[in-house]
């Protein structure tokens, strides 16, 4: 069981650094860049739950497998030929396998982050379950675009951190009711991507204000 976990873990590591790295790519970010913002993306949600759980030093930091993942995809994306993967219909191509790894790594976080929170806590709660969730699912992304001076995705993308959430429900009332982590774990990161692809798709938004306030000049 925790060898197929490990497995999840390592996926969504790869699915985030990925996406730090399409964005350092996008930014015209070197490689040095692209590989702290790939590291960033792939660590800084666990490193805030780690924190926030009282586990310290963080696991990024006591199995640093992680952090070099992090580092090593924006590494190899930075190579030419891959270069000219993404550089064939440039914007197209680098805007769905954006949203493909972005969608993975938030789906499998979430439900790292609810899962930690059972391994570490006695009688872990709704709100607590959610939000470590969350934190893990979306803190390192909110780390990657504030980096790259983009405002942060949790505040304007069509539906995404509400699907981090959603995900995380689904987990919670899986593992606190039927004491099942592997069927907590897949459940919850298909509820997390799906929803983020349909968003995409289908151009889901919360709402947003008809009448924006503008800035006094």
């Not at 995404?160 to 429900?169: E, F, K, L, Q």
């Amino acid at each position: 069981m925790d060898s197929i976990f490990f497995i999840f873990e390592i996926i969504g590591v790869i699915a985030f650094s990925l996406s730090g790295a399409l964005t350092a790519m996008k930014k015209e970010m070197d490689i040095f860049g692209a590989c702290v913002l790939g590291m960033t993306t792939a660590i800084g949600g666990g490193i805030i739950r780690d924190l926030i759980l009282g586990v310290t030093p963080p696991s990024a930091f006591r199995n640093p497998l992680q952090a070099v993942l992090g580092l090593a995809i924006p590494a190899i994306t930075y190579l030419p030929f891959i270069q000219k993967l993404f550089a064939r219909n440039k914007h197209k191509v680098q805007a769905v396998a954006l949203m493909i790894a972005d969608a993975v790594g938030l789906g499998v976080f979430t439900v790292v982050g609810v899962n930690a929170c059972f391994e570490n806590l006695p009688d872990p709660n709704f709100f607590t379950a959610i939000f470590l969730g969350v934190i893990t699912g979306v803190g390192g992304g909110v780390m990657r675009d504030v980096f790259s001076m983009n405002l942060p995705k949790i505040f304007v993308k069509h539906f995404y951190a509400c699907a981090s959430i959603a995900g995380a429900i689904v987990a919670f009332l899986i593992q606190k009711c039927l004491a099942n982590p592997l069927l907590a774990y897949i459940a919850g990161a298909a509820t997390v991507i799906a929803l983020r692809f349909l968003a995409s798709f289908l151009q889901w938004n919360l709402p947003k204000p008809k009448y924006p306030i503008q800035e006094e000049k």
